[in-house]
């Protein structure tokens, strides 16, 4: 069974970098062929896709987030991370991390981290 679990400050400045952590067991993150996604929802709206790092190490992100935006990974840990630059109120959201088992966003997801909510806010 592979679980997920986001981790990191619930609360961020305007302005500064956005970093969470997702901790991946149950399965490795360099198995063929999973897209290690990171999706948010802010408050009263719908989910919103944000990117990808996929098994072979490459990433993609959504086109309006990509210029602030880095997914990276830690094969030794078994963690991939999201960093979102400049952040503003705007960002506030709960952010999800997700394996996706297709390299498009609507490609669907089978195993979800439970969430995490953070504020942007001085």
């Known amino acids: 069974q592979v679980q997920l679990q986001e981790s990191g400050p619930g609360l961020v400045k305007p302005s500064q970098t956005l970093s969470l952590t997702c901790t991946v067991s149950g399965g490795s993150i360099t198995t063929n062929y999973f897209y290690w996604s990171w999706i948010r929802q802010p408050p009263g709206k719908g989910l919103e896709w944000i990117g990808y790092i996929a098994y072979s190490g490459s990433s993609y992100y959504s086109p309006s987030l990509k210029s602030r935006t880095s997914i990276s990974r830690d094969t030794s840990k078994n963690q991939y991370t999201l960093q979102l630059n400049s952040v503003t109120p705007e960002d506030t959201a709960v952010y999800y991390c997700?394996?996706?088992?297709?390299?498009?966003?609507?490609?669907?997801?089978?195993?979800w981290g439970q969430g995490t909510q953070v504020t942007v806010s001085s």
């Open positions: 997700a394996r996706g088992i297709g390299s498009t966003w609507y490609s669907g997801y089978d195993y």
